[in-house]
């Protein structure tokens, strides 16, 4: 049974930082791209971040480049997004998400076999 648990999400004031991770079981971590996912209320889900499986390759949504670092610890079977500099529109919750083919694109949520629960950041002007 896959798994992907969140942790790190909460409350934060603009210009604060947060870091979530993302522990993965019941699958080989280190065959999976991973990424993050978020979604306010009212809108669509979006990219936020990709990582490739060997943590090579890095990708960012342009909203949060410079601001934000995935990064992951096959060792751990776990990934990280460090948050910097936050603003009350990165308000949303935050998923995790898994892919094992090399070729389907990091962009696109159809692309991944596995998603996380969820967590809630929010952050207060």
């Known amino acids: 049974q896959v798994q992907l648990v969140e942790s790190g999400g909460g409350l934060v004031q603009a210009g604060g930082s947060l870091r979530l991770s993302c522990a993965a079981s019941?699958?080989?971590?280190?065959?999976?791209?991973m990424g993050w996912f978020r979604q306010a209320p009212g809108k669509e889900r979006e990219f936020v971040a990709g990582?490739?499986?060997?943590?090579?390759?890095?990708l960012y949504a342009d909203s949060v480049k410079g601001r934000f670092t995935i990064s992951r610890d096959n060792a751990k079977k776990t990934v990280y997004l460090q948050m910097n500099s936050l603003r009350p529109e990165d308000t949303a919750v935050y998923y995790c998400?898994?892919?094992?083919?090399?070729?389907?694109?990091?962009?696109?949520?159809?692309?991944?076999?596995?998603w996380g629960q969820g967590t809630q950041i929010t952050v207060s002007s």
């Open positions: 990582i490739s499986r060997s943590g090579s390759t890095t």
């Open positions: 998400v898994a892919k094992y083919s090399r070729s389907s694109s990091y962009y696109d949520t159809r692309s991944y076999d596995y």
């Open positions: 019941g699958l080989p971590f280190s065959n999976y791209g």
